[in-house]
């Protein structure tokens, strides 16, 4: 079974940056599509931003966009989640998704991933 790895959260001041990675010893990425998720407490889980399986297609919720970029390397079997200009609301633990149903492009609902990871905690304050 798939299993995902996140890491690279961390504690970072407002309009900071981390990138986070998204990893599947064992298994290649490269016929799925990739999401990026995030819980806050208290919170739903929300769609932060995904990947095709191709790469040429990715989404981003509004809150982020112009602020964090995906991207994947498939020779690496890693997708990322560059994420700048960090606010205290980005704040949440934040998960990738894989989905292996996807054709083409790709989607940021979490009922339509598969496979999760275990999270990896990022904290924006000062």
């Known amino acids: 079974q798939l299993q995902l790895v996140e890491s690279g959260g961390g504690l970072v001041q407002p309009g900071g940056s981390l990138r986070l990675s998204c990893a599947a010893p064992g298994f290649t990425l490269d016929y799925y599509a990739i999401g990026w998720f995030r819980q806050a407490p208290g919170k739903e889980r929300e769609g932060v931003s995904c990947?095709?399986?191709?790469?040429?297609?990715?989404k981003y919720a509004d809150s982020v966009k112009g602020r964090f970029t995906i991207s994947r390397d498939n020779a690496k079997n890693t997708v990322y989640l560059q994420m700048n200009s960090l606010k205290p609301e980005d704040t949440a633990v934040y998960y990738c998704?894989?989905?292996?149903?996807?054709?083409?492009?790709?989607?940021?609902?979490?009922?339509?991933?598969?496979?999760w990871g275990q999270g990896t905690q990022v904290t924006v304050s000062s």
């Open positions: 990947i095709s399986s191709s790469g040429g297609s990715t």
């Open positions: 998704a894989a989905d292996g149903l996807a054709i083409h492009g790709c989607s940021t609902s979490p009922r339509d991933f598969g496979s």
